[in-house]
């Protein structure tokens, strides 16, 4: 019997919220009321948020109570590493920060010594204050049962229910750390698209205990090895020792299929194996294009700090490999790109300064439309000053810092030194190994140890 085949252009899973698409595919399930023990009905909405990705809309309506519940799930893959942001909030303005948190974020009020646990409540987009009012609302559900019942501990709720709120007047500053194992929490930058000089943004490396919470297992924690790799096929299978050569691996072009970034349609994939690999995806269905660059070799015992004079057209042409731990910085627009933001790619500094533009018209747009004059008018200004850069009518300086070491900016008299770059190799920071997971890094009797 032939497989069925799909008749016309196919449809993404998971599709942007236009005005083009007037009536989004939303999916009605009957399920169960925990108020009432009624069916109600859910609504699934499966779409993409820009910073965030794809997500499952969910919205719960139960016509017998009238009971209601929102909730929003992450629908892409988990972030290879875990995020933790820490917010000076200091005005008004700053409770005013949309925030968008998954089921894995945790929120620390330092100055309350106040923790809401990961997991203890579901994901949703709402804004600082939100964050606060919900934290408030729910010491307040017991406290009529705690008054009768243990009239200390209500007090104490109490007293700290005023501290709470007393926050949000801000008459003093206070400090809110996100941590997300998960990585899929964001925090508005009002700034943008200047650097925001009240959050600090760390990537760290998870642990084996936050994987197996995530879900995430390796073949030998469960004891099953992959069926592709029993049956030597596919995609994955097991070669013997000297069957290919690093020669061999260098000079092949190899493709595999994968989810279209963009659309989540399947698409193919080339690598290409050199000492970077490099891959790019070309999608038939919506037409997105892309590059990656990822180090195919270890970290440096140095990081990099390379600084590019961009004064004519001949500079924009310079061969560029940035990799995915290097940020950006053009000092002159007081812009600064932290290093997941671009990814790693191998361009020009045209490009690169084009992926920086794109990247603040197009996915910072969720927050354009809804933000005040002050805020449109720095974008529509810094876009202008960036496309008086592109037209070569004013002088930049690029800056590519990478902790890794690994990036790379072509010099047009090599061997001989480039006016136009500096490079400047220094000594990592303790927060810089972090970042790198160079801290856990057990190198002493690591085969006994099993995490």
């Not at 069925?4 to 005005?19: E, Q, W």
């Not at 941590?179 to 760290?204: C, H, L, M, W």
């Amino acid at each position: 019997m032939e497989s069925m085949k799909k008749v016309g252009n196919p449809s993404p899973v998971f599709r942007a919220l236009t005005a083009d698409d007037p009536e989004p595919e939303i999916s009605e399930i009957e399920s169960l009321c925990m108020d009432c023990g009624e069916n109600g009905i859910t609504r699934l909405l499966l779409t993409k948020i820009p910073f965030y990705k794809e997500v499952v809309l969910m919205s719960f309506e139960c016509e017998h109570c009238g009971f209601k519940n929102n909730e929003i799930q992450s629908g892409g893959k988990i972030e290879e590493r875990g995020v933790r942001i820490t917010l000076n909030v200091q005005t008004e303005r700053d409770l005013n920060r949309q925030v968008i948190k998954s089921d894995y974020t945790s929120v620390k009020i330092v100055e309350l010594d106040f923790e809401i646990p990961a997991q203890s409540q579901k994901g949703e987009i709402t804004t600082v204050e939100g964050i606060i009012d919900r934290a408030a609302a729910g010491l307040k559900q017991d406290q009529p049962v705690r008054r009768a019942q243990d009239p200390t501990a209500a007090s104490l709720i109490e007293e700290f229910l005023t501290k709470l709120q007393n926050l949000k007047s801000v008459k003093n500053p206070f400090t809110m750390v996100f941590e997300d194992i998960s990585g899929k929490f964001f925090v508005e930058n009002p700034y943008a698209p200047q650097k925001d000089p009240r959050t600090e943004v760390v990537r760290f490396v998870r642990n084996t205990d936050q994987d197996h919470i995530l879900g995430i297992y390796s073949s030998s924690k469960v004891g099953v090895e992959p069926e592709i790799m029993k049956t030597n096929s596919g995609l994955l299978r097991k070669i013997n020792e000297n069957d290919f050569t690093l020669e061999d691996l260098h000079g092949e072009v190899l493709q595999f299929p994968t989810p279209c970034p963009n659309c989540g349609i399947e698409c193919q994939t080339n690598m290409k194996l050199t000492k970077v690999v490099i891959m790019a995806t070309n999608c038939d269905a919506c037409g997105h294009r892309s590059n990656e660059v990822k180090s195919g070799c270890g970290i440096e015992e140095k990081g990099r700090r390379i600084e590019v004079k961009v004064r004519s057209r001949e500079d924009f042409s310079r061969d560029v490999l940035k990799s995915e731990t290097c940020s950006l910085e053009v000092p002159e627009l007081d812009l600064s790109v932290g290093p997941y933001a671009v990814g790693g790619r191998f361009t020009t500094v045209e490009g690169l300064l084009v992926a920086m533009k794109e990247q603040v018209t197009s996915q910072g747009a969720v927050f354009i439309d809804s933000a005040d004059d002050e805020t449109k008018n720095r974008i529509s200004k810094f876009v202008a000053e960036l496309d008086a850069v592109l037209e070569g009518n004013r002088e930049i300086t690029l800056v590519l810092d990478d902790p890794a070491g690994n990036s790379y900016v072509q010099s047009f008299t090599h061997p001989a030194p480039d006016s136009g770059i500096t490079i400047t190799d220094y000594e990592r920071t303790y927060a810089h190994n972090e970042e790198l997971g160079l801290n856990a890094m057990n190198v002493d009797n690591y085969e006994k140890n099993d995490n």
